[in-house]
């Protein structure tokens, strides 16, 4: 068909720009810098920078900002070469450009689309405020308390799990505002200014001693009405799409990620003088072939996406089938690396699992299997909602604590 | 091709029925075409590619159908690329409606697990120096009793005489297409075959209660359920992408293979597990999928075998 022709003629245009435009600006060093969090952080923000400005940063943002309005199938490309030339994964702003972006764009009013979505393309760095001590996989527990007084919401709680929270400006904040009725009716979805008095910022130490996530203390922290998206009492909903934000795409590109960071292991295989051990080129062929299969789903999820045939439930195939493979490959390089796997490094952000430091990225893989719904949510939704089996009787109600 | 994979496959999961396990559709499977397949439309044939062939070995997977297609195809795939036979247009034609010409699964060059050996007319020799197809009139056929009842597999030892159909680096080239043809027709056959006993075990979870409860309730089943849904369409999306991949290796088709049997397994005897009791009978359905499981784990050589080859290359393309 002429159509798909030249829609594939397009698409290697955009590639083979964009796959210039990489070779002439994307980072070299940043393995080097990276090694500790000023580094990290001054990378980062740079990196951001260039992709903004050559207008490859938010392509998945609508056609009348900046460097949006790609389709699906040109998003595709870009992670793909994106990953192709290992550049540095923007761990820094892939909250502010996909969570709060789609949550702004789906329920911001015109006003606050027009104050945070430039800021966001000038680099302002946004963190997510949901998790609490007794709300994690169970959303609607949230106890964070918000009171309006006139203009303001005073707001007194605590946050859990902000990915980058420590280095944050602003925080998307899901509060309760009633405990009256179903628990999810008394949530509301506040902006908030991490800079406001009353917030604090404690780094979490996690299981690799790298600070990727921060927990937040608020003591009557003064929030504007004007900051509030949706109704009061409607922030369930907004909730939902934060989290719903447009992150199959992500998948795809670790997928590719993981894929080309198979040479780390075969290079332990050459160091090691093992290339020809059967039973390790055994357990290799097995991965990369698995890996493979990642791929071939985050692919054809994509596929079904563009073409409006996506189901409830297919997200969760692609995450659940990425992070045990992410599990399978980060083991493998650790059982490779064997005892120089032990020694501890400095930790190089923002690789992804190609850090190289086998056993940083072999914890680090606990953040899929846990964080953005655990392999065990993943795991209901498939049963429930692709396959139909019964939903749980929800029959046990917990008192609310005093 | 002309005719969409879900097309297809309709058709194809209509004609089979799908509640009836083990019968021989050898007639269905011919009056529908299916044969006809894969051969150029020049020699009287559908003209459609590989997709097509995954759709038809896939939906007799879903059903464990016993008939020898899988080796019909490779005698009909032989056939159709020996332009210089000159019976070849007469030999076609008969494959293609149904006469019976087998080959054998492992593809080794002694010719065993050959399947319906005692009602075929001929059988597919393949060595890298030569491909002949030998009738069997004058050959000993041997029938070997496998604990998969829905092959009926036999060893031949043929006779003399047998028409050529290429030799030398033509033969080379041939086997290895063959090869691949017999390796997606299997993945095919295991993805089918594991979707369906999943499908199976889950109407079964649903309907079977204990504790006062339906099994597909408890978290620990659905979970399990779940894991081999996910592993499962995985393996799917990578057998569409490779099928449909004309630069895709040999090797890169073998570690196809291998996972979508090992996918298959797995879910096979999970699904003994998970029906309980009644899993451990003849009298289900579950033993067919585990035993025809682990005989396609075996045929054309196992992961073992292919596993190996996938990290050889993968050392190579990225060390």
Partial sequence: MIGEAALTEALDTLRHSFRAWLSAEAPQDWRATCTTHDGFLATQRAWFAKLAAGGYAVPHWPAEWPGGGRSLAEQKVIYEELARADTPRLLLSFMSTYHAASTLLEWGSAEQQARYLPRILEGEIWCQGFSEPNAGSDLANVRTRAERRGDVYVVSGQKLWSTMGQFADMCLLLVRTSSEGAKQAGLTYLLLDLKAPGVTARPIHQIHGDEEFAELFLDEVEVPVANRLGAEGQGWAVAQSTLSSERGLTLLELSARMRGALWRIADLIHNGGRGDDVGLLRDFGRLATKIDATCALADQFLANRIAGEERVGDASLVKLSYSRTLRDFTAFGLRLGGLRSQYHDPIVYGGGM????????????????????????????IAERLLGMPREPRTWTLEPSA | ??????????????????????????DRVVEMGWLTMTVPE??????????????????????????????????????SAADAVPDRDDLLARAMGGEVMTASLSLGDALDCVPDADRASHVLSVTAERIALLPLAAATITPRATWDTTRRLFDVVPGTGGIT??????????????????????????LGGAAAILERTIAYLEMRQQFGRPLALFQALKHR??????????????????????????????????????????????????????????????HLFLKRAMLDAVLGSDADYWEERAGRRALRATG
């Fill in chain 2, 165 to 190: 159909l290429a030799e030398g680096p033509a033969a080379a080239t041939l086997a290895e297409r063959l090869q691949q043809t017999l390796l997606l027709a299997l993945a095919a056959d295991a």
């Fill in chain 1, 354 to 381: 190609e850090t190289g430091n086998w056993m940083a990225d072999f914890m680090n893989s606990y953040a899929w299997t846990i964080a953005g719904g655990s392999d065990e949510v993943q795991r209901n939704i």
């Fill in chain 2, 42 to 79: 020049a020699q009287g044939g559908l003209g459609l590619g590989r997709e097509a062939a995954g759709v038809i070995h896939s939906e007799m997977g879903r059903t464990v159908v016993p008939d020898p297609a899988i080796a019909q195809a490779l005698v009909i795939e032989a056939l």
């Fill in chain 2, 1 to 26: 091709m002309s005719m969409t994979r879900a097309e297809l496959q309709d058709a194809a999961r209509g004609a089979f029925g799908g509640d009836e396990l083990a019968v021989d559709r050898w």
């Fill in chain 2, 225 to 286: 359920v779940a894991d081999m849904k996910t592993w499962l369409s995985a393996a799917e999306a990578l057998f569409w992408s490779r099928t449909t991949d004309p630069a895709a290796t040999l090797a890169e088709i073998g570690a196809l293979k291998a996972h979508a049997c090992t996918v298959y397994c797995a879910i096979a005897e999970d699904a003994v597990q998970l029906h309980g009791g009644i899993g451990l009978t003849m009298e289900y359905y579950c």
